[in-house]
């Protein structure tokens, strides 16, 4: 019971990373490799934050901008410097390593006996891992109304265009250069807010602790796209989430089922590499048509 | 010569030079153009393959920089604007059909993007629905069903559906320059003839100043009321809508050599 709870809030936290990540993979079309530094920066400003004395909640909202931020680097390396913009977010990833060292001062910062956001009265009030499911379910309504708001107005729609079709974009006035720059801001901003939430969560921060993290947050997207199939915008987005708690699921299971910890990187890639390969291969083999006719010969 | 009480041109192109690095050497791909439109005017434009007509289109949108010259549109000097922000005067469609609409958008929220066209965009919502009365009328014109696809994704509809929203979308806003850009050569020829069609009549019901590019010789008598031909990036012939309505196929095949 209580890991399943602890996998649902955990879920809900990185569920935004996901959010942050399908806002550059899906909407404007490219693989954002930032995030592996963002994360742990989100995480290391907030923690360090904490540790200075700032309230846990301007804490993580500094989580928030030290995304943009890094987000704002990939983004100027892209459209200004013409980096591709995969090696631009390879080269901001690696130099953040450095920077959140600096940051830290150390590479594995606790926040043992420190406030953060999950120790709030109320929240001790609720039963074992429900905190880390509240303050999820919380953030993730705010940052999905927000997010489908904005897609809803005039430069969330030219944000999508631009990611759609840029010569059609750039052909009603709209600058390709700047939705990208949006777009990453944006996307790492929310991905730095997942750290810095997930560390308070975990209880600290560490610099290694973005390894993987694309993964994580493509396994939410293409989960729930597997999982729930043809949807509106706003849907794939709450999708998203869902597949990010059922990715969590999958971990849980794959422990419980006795892997060896130190295991779960190649696993995760693996459960990955079979979600993104299943559509294909479904069409491939005629999934559904087989398990059709195997259910009817048998009835 | 005596009488200088022109209109001022709609479109100006003034010594413009276009050119390319190829390896070592520089190429010329518009040479010395000087051209000027009218207010209204329908301009057909052709040449053989590399004689420099899709360049010329670059050089009015700005996707390629000006050598020398200027261009002038509406009587603002645009020579140096970013494609970007000459969308405010100018819309284009292109050949392929796919280049004109945002594939996974739907049809509605393609024209309410083309609505926009040229203007600042801000956070404000973008109106789909208080719009949607006017996109149904807007695309009941096309006579291909267009009005009952409003909320498809643009990626589902026909070719000849796909290129009547590009034209919907370059046209709704009554741009100063429309550019044509071959936009019934990836059509059937049913499908083609009813887009052109469908063209002539928005140009002629909204006097709009255009320029279309056309492989299609019959096309290019038919439509328009005036014709260039281009050439190794000249202008090799101009006929304006007299000497054009006495014109045979035949009299422009030696151009095509």
């Known amino acids: 019971m209580g890991l ?10 990185y569920g935004l990373l996901g959010i942050g990540l399908f806002l550059t993979f899906r909407i404007l079309d490219f693989p954002d490799m930032t995030v592996e530094g963002t994360f742990p920066f989100g995480a290391a400003v907030t923690v360090s934050a904490i540790t200075h004395g700032v309230n846990p909640l301007l804490a993580t909202v500094l989580a928030l901008l030290a995304g943009m931020l890094a987000g704002l680097v990939t983004g100027l390396l892209s459209t200004k ?38 120790e709030a009265k109320w929240l001790k009030a609720l039963p074992e891992y429900f905190d880390s499911v509240a303050v999820g379910t919380i953030v993730v309504i705010v940052v999905l109304t927000l997010v489908i708001l904005f897609l809803n107005t005039q430069i969330g729609q030219g944000f999508i265009a631009a990611g759609d079709n840029p010569t059609m974009a750039r052909s009603l006035g709209i600058n390709p250069d700047g939705q990208q720059v949006l777009g990453l801001v944006v996307g790492n901003g929310l991905i730095g807010l997942s750290g810095g939430l997930i560390a308070q969560n975990n209880g600290y921060a560490d610099v290694n602790m973005g390894i993987g993290t694309i993964v994580i947050g493509l396994a939410a997207i293409i989960i729930g796209e597997v999982v729930f199939g043809e949807l509106t915008l706003s849907q794939r987005l709450v999708a998203v989430i869902l597949g990010s708690i059922i990715y969590r699921f999958v971990l849980l299971l794959v422990l419980k089922l006795g892997f060896n910890p130190d295991d779960l990187k190649v696993l995760s890639a693996v459960v990955l590499a079979v979600a993104i390969m299943v559509p294909s291969i479904e069409h491939k083999i005629h999934v559904r048509q087989v398990l059709r006719n195997g259910v009817q010969a048998h009835d | 010569m005596g009488c200088r009480r022109m209109t001022e041109a709609q479109l100006k192109l003034a010594n413009v030079n276009i050119n390319v690095v190829v390896g070592q050497s520089v190429r010329a791909l518009i040479q010395d153009v000087n051209l000027e439109i009218q207010p209204g005017e329908f301009v057909t434009v052709l040449g053989t393959n590399g004689a420099g007509k899709s360049t010329l289109f670059n050089a009015i949108t700005g996707d390629l920089p000006l050598a020398s010259g200027t261009v002038t549109l509406a009587g603002q000097d645009i020579s140096t604007e970013r494609p970007e922000r000459r969308a405010r005067l100018i819309a284009r469609v292109f050949q392929d059909p796919k280049m004109g609409t945002a594939p996974r958008m739907s049809v509605a929220e393609n024209l309410a993007l083309a609505s926009r066209r040229g203007q600042r965009l801000t956070l404000a919502s973008r109106k789909l629905n208080s719009q949607l009365a006017h996109f149904k009328e807007l695309a009941a014109q096309t006579g291909n069903g267009l009005e009952d696809a409003l909320n498809k994704p643009t990626e589902q509809l026909s070719g000849g559906q796909r290129q009547a929203l590009s034209l919907l979308m370059a046209t709704m806003r009554n741009p100063e320059l429309l550019l044509l850009d071959e936009h019934t050569a990836a059509l059937d020829p049913h499908t083609s003839a009813a887009i052109m069609t469908l063209t002539d009549k928005i140009v002629q019901q909204n006097h709009l100043t255009c320029l279309m590019i056309t492989h299609q010789l019959a096309d290019a008598l038919k439509y328009g009321n005036r014709m260039i031909i281009l050439d190794a990036g000249r202008i090799v012939a101009d006929y304006d809508a007299e000497a054009k309505a006495g014109l045979q196929e035949a009299d422009l095949l030696q151009y095509f050599n």
């Open chain 1, 4 to 13: 399943g709870v602890s996998a649902i809030g955990q879920g809900l936290l």
């Open chain 1, 81 to 118: 410097g013409h980096i591709p913009v995969l090696l631009a977010g390879i080269l901001v990833m690696t130099g953040l390593f450095s920077v959140n060292l600096r940051v830290m001062g150390r590479a594995n910062l606790s926040l043992l006996n420190q406030p953060n956001l999950f």
